[in-house]
């Protein structure tokens, strides 16, 4: 679907000479880079003690900061970097994960806001691939008359203990507040996420209508009465991490994906595996396993979304993607037959966060079926407010 140069129509687009070099540069350094990072993967995956500068491809490509800041150079220098720092409302915020941020893309709006968590496997921040994604979606719905403030949430990642689960619901948390202090209706808010941002969409969906049982952690969320968010989109999303090929073949199977299956398995039980580092605060670890893992929650977890948090939800999956299987079982069972407008839609030929993947090449999808079919919804969503 990457190398597919044709447009809608049909018709053969002709690739300039920006795309030839973006193409030239993911050969000879972003694809050397994330060969580095597969052979070193035994070694970042295993390692219990935090280092300041982690060995890992984030390491090398810089912080989510400083992909923003690059991509900001590029895309609206005129704008510059706006960036909110969070929490507000203290301190060095000691033993809480680094200081969280939200990254604007194009002009801070708050009339209707998209969320968007990024995806990363709980270990790298968000990318200039995502971010150009963002603009391009932004500018198609400017054409069309609607102004979305689009926010990114840069959370804590990597192998720092102070990032350990469940510090990035807390940070979702924080950013809502922001939101909202900033006068956003929840009606006029959609929130977005992709791979393990799409569990983290699931789990402040978790967290909305089953606060979190240690409140001291994540303290509970609530919404002004009667207002509902105006959609919730997962992206591939990553729901089961500690036992990944239970759900069916694809987590081993699908070599094609783009998600290494080693890498991801070990990131998904590094991450799960924090969940002990809360022993002390509740008896019962089983407790927030929900949460972690949304897959493994109790099929009627999410029953009441449809009345009290959300008005429409959309979960989208690529066929040849390694997480196609577990993604599935989730909306089928934990979804669907709770809420009246969900949508499950799984893209023939697609891969792990196939909507983004155009991205590392072109400021625009040489061709992606499902592309235009997110953003209307979205764009839907905000229309009919």
Known sequence: MIADNRNRDGKTISLTWINYVSISLFFTINLPLACIQTVLAPFIFRSNRYNSKPLTLQYFVGSGLDQYQRWVKKYQPELGALVVELPLDSGDDEGRGERVRLFWIGPKRTEKVLLYFPGGAYTFQVTEMMLRFWKYAQSEWEKQGLEIGIAVLSYSVGSDPNAAFPIQLFQATQ???????????????????????????????????????????????????????????????????????????????????????????????????????????????????????????????????????????????????????????????????????????????????????????????????????????????????
């Open 175 to 385: 950013a809502l507040e922001y939101l909202l202090s900033e006068g956003c209706n929840p009606s006029n808010i959609q929130i977005v996420g992709d791979s393990a941002g799409g569990n983290l969409v699931a789990q402040f969906l978790s967290h909305m209508v089953h606060p979190f049982p240690v409140s001291s952690l994540v303290p509970p969320t609530n919404l002004p009465p009667g207002t509902r968010f105006r959609g919730a989109f997962m992206i591939s999303p990553w729901v089961s991490l500690s036992n990944p090929n239970q759900w069916g073949p694809t987590f081993r199977s699908k070599d094609y994906d783009v998600a290494v299956y080693k890498n991801l398995q070990e990131a998904g039980e590094r991450y799960v595996n924090t969940i002990s580092n809360i022993k002390k605060e509740i008896d019962d670890l089983s407790q927030v396993v929900p949460y972690a893992e949304p897959v493994l929650a109790p099929d009627n977890w999410y029953s009441d979304l449809h009345n009290t948090v959300v008005d429409r939800i959309l979960v989208t999956a690529g066929k040849e993607e390694r997480l196609s299987d577990q993604i599935q079982v989730f909306f089928e069972q934990k979804i669907r037959p709770y809420h009246a407008d969900a949508i499950l839609l799984v893209q023939d030929g697609g891969i792990h966060d196939d909507v983004f993947m155009d991205f590392l090449f072109s400021d625009t999808p040489l061709e992606n079926g499902l592309t235009p079919v997110v953003l209307e919804w979205i764009a839907k969503g905000f229309r009919t407010v």
